[in-house]
Nanobody, 127 residues
Framework: QVQLVESGGGLVEAGGSLRLSCAAS????????MGWFRQAQGKEREFLAAITWSGVYTYYADSVKGRFTISRDNAKNTVYLQMNSLKPEDTAVYSCAADSNYYSSYASNLQSEYDYWGQGTQVTVSS
């Protein structure tokens, strides 16, 4: 069982930056691909970014490519999402997720591939 806890959300002005963190319990974290998703009020949850267990490969949704960066520190059991040039439309609850398929060669953009989810952290971008 893996528990994921997000932090780092808050209120920021348009054009600003935030760094989200997702702390994971358990020794298996370093073998899992990780993803970040968000859900705006009244909308479906959408994929943002994913990273393989090694951190070598990363994947991004077009909507955030060039603005958001996913990274991980396996020694700290933590995955990060650096968000720059934030826009009001980035306002949402941001959640991290873990794919428990050990040492997968890719990191999926599909929610169904992820087995564990955090509670989420609210990000609000004011105009």
């Amino acid at each position: 069982q893996v528990q994921l806890v997000e932090s780092g959300g808050g209120l920021v002005e348009a054009g600003g930056s935030l760094r989200l963190s997702c702390a994971a319990s358990g020794r298996a974290f370093s073998s899992y691909a990780m993803g970040w998703f968000r859900q705006a009020q009244g909308k479906e949850r959408e994929f943002l970014a994913a990273i393989t267990w090694s951190g070598v490969y990363t994947y991004y949704a077009d909507s955030v490519k060039g603005r958001f960066t996913i990274s991980r520190d396996n020694a700290k059991n933590t995955v990060y999402l650096q968000m720059n040039s934030l826009k009001p439309e980035d306002t949402a609850v941001y959640s991290c997720a873990a794919d428990s398929n050990y040492y997968s060669s890719y990191a999926s953009n599909l929610q169904s591939e992820y087995d564990y989810w955090g509670q989420g952290t609210q990000v609000t971008v004011s105009s």
